[in-house]
Each structure stands twice: as C-alpha cells, then as structure tokens.
C-alpha cells in the first residue's frame, strides 16, 4: 500500500512539473508574441511617420529654393544640404547631402581624390594605381595608364574585367585592381555615381573640403559660418579667393541623398534614398532611386 502511494506521489510530481514547464512555456511564448506584434506595430508606424515626412520633404523641395531661409514652409528654416542633422518634426531626423558636393566617381578629379585619399590614411603608390585603374576600367580603350591595369592585368590573375563603361555600383570598386585596398564606408561617404554639373565645395563633407581648400584655417573657418549658416558664396569668396567655374559651381543642385530617421521608446526605422528633383518636368517631377530600409 505505501509503494502504491509513494507512485502515485511520483506520479503527481511529474505530471504536475509537466504541466508547469508547459504552462511557463505557453506563457514565454505569448509573451514573445506579444512582444512581436508591439514591435511590428510600433515599426509600421515609424514607418509610417518616415513616408510622411519624406512626403513633406519633397513638396519643400518641388516649391522652394534649396537653401536655408524663411519662408512659409517651416522646413527651409532647418533644413541644410551638408548632412548635418535636423528635425522635419518631434520624431523624424533628416540629413540631405547635395551631390554636387560629393566627387563623382565617374568623373573623378585625380589631384583632388589623391589628396583625399592620403588624408584618410591611405598610401600614396596604392593610391595612384588605383586611380590609374579606374580609369582603365571605365575608357573603352585597352591602352594602360601609367599605373593602371587593363584586361590582360585581370585575366593573369584569374579576374573578370574591366568593364569598359561607367561604374554601377560602389561595390563593383573592389573588383578594381587595389580596389579591396579601400574601405568601402569611404566612396559611399566622399564618392557618388552620379552625373552632376560641378563642385561644389560649399557642400561638400569635411574631410573632402579640407583636401580640396589644401589649408586648414581656411577650411576651419568654413566649417564654422556653414554649421552657424552663416556661410554664402561671397564670404566663401572673402575667405579663399575661390570663384566659380566650369568645374566649380555654387548652387546648390537636384541631386541629394537622404536619409530618414523615425524613432520612439529606444525604437528606430531608417531609410535612405537618392532623389532628382525636376519642378519643371510635367511627367517626372521626382525621381527616386538606390532606396535602402534600415541601413546599418
């Protein structure tokens, strides 16, 4: 009789431990669930808050200026086209970078880039045979430059290339001879592919403007009336004797790269995008490409 008891104690015990580890199961699992749909929830309205906010981001770029002013749409008042931050409302952050103020990577100035490129750390013999290459890979000749490499380069070392067109990507660079040499944080940061009319230094990030101005004080005191906004043509002119030319221009452009940024409670959504604006263009007054959700 005790042994029949002392089973059914046993029994109790491991059915009741059953029950418990399924009951905390269940319950771990309606949690995460719960968890889930707060998060797709609160992620469709981040979402949500950063179409709108790019909405209200183009009807300021269709109807006004690209520069920093008063008017009647309260963005111009914040906005700036050198990727410095602001706020398009309490919970979406911007940054507009112009692309004028950016080098083109299919059209790349070979003084400044090399300038740019040591700044950064990078050895000047790696540098110029990259450069050269690049040229080589984008002209339909198969003539090498100085320092370059053409298809019978790519072919000993087992490589497809080089393409004999324009660059279509930033990550087709490292399949340039010495390309993997560069991270690739520096031609999405300082490079576009973009077709633009000119430089424009007034834009451009810091590292690129001081490699292009070639002096530090000059380039610092740029960078102090531009993050006051206190930085026009004429006192960029006062400061450096720079003037306008073919090469170098002073508007602003219709070409920017932005990115959106939504956030509430230690959540965020971003989303990043290259726009062309046309005002004038019945048919295509916005066009948007290179879109990119929640870049890292």
């Known amino acids: 009789m005790n042994n029949t008891k002392g089973i059914a104690l046993v029994q109790v015990l491991i059915i009741t431990m059953i029950i418990t580890t399924l009951a905390l199961f269940i319950t771990q699992s309606i949690r995460q669930q719960v968890k889930l749909t707060v998060d797709v929830q609160v992620a469709s309205e981040l979402e949500l808050q950063i179409e709108n906010a790019q909405s209200e981001l183009f009807i300021a770029l269709l109807s006004e200026k690209a520069i920093r002013k008063e008017t009647k749409n309260p963005l111009t008042s914040k906005w700036n086209f050198h990727n410095k931050s602001f706020h398009i409302n309490d919970n979406v952050e911007a940054r507009i970078q112009g692309m004028n103020g950016l080098l083109s990577i299919n059209m790349l100035d070979k003084t400044l880039t090399n300038r740019l490129l040591i700044s950064l750390g990078y050895k000047e013999g790696a540098i110029r045979e990259f450069i050269d290459s690049l040229k080589d890979w984008i002209d339909e000749d198969d003539l090498n430059r100085l320092n370059g490499a053409e298809r019978h380069f790519y072919q000993q070392v087992g ?28 031609w999405s940061k300082y490079f576009s592919l973009s077709y633009v009319r ?99």
Do not use: C
Request: proline share 5%; net charge negative.
């Open 198 to 296: 000119g430089f424009n230094p007034m834009l451009a990030p810091e590292k690129l403007l001081r490699a292009f101005l070639n002096n530090d004080d000059k380039a610092d005191a740029i960078i102090r009336l531009r993050d006051i906004n206190e930085l026009t043509f004429l006192e960029f002119f006062k400061l450096t004797g720079i003037e306008g030319d073919e090469n170098i221009v002073f508007a602003t452009g219709n070409k920017f790269r932005v990115e959106l940024r939504a956030y509430e409670d230690g959540r965020q959504v971003t989303k990043a995008f290259v726009v062309e604006i046309n005002p004038l263009d019945v048919y295509k007054p916005i066009t948007v490409k290179n879109i990119v959700w929640n870049k890292v």
């Open 159 to 186: 490589k497809i290339g080089p393409r004999n067109g324009p660059i279509q990507s930033m990550h087709e660079l490292e399949l340039i001879r010495n390309g993997e040499y560069f991270d690739q944080s520096v």
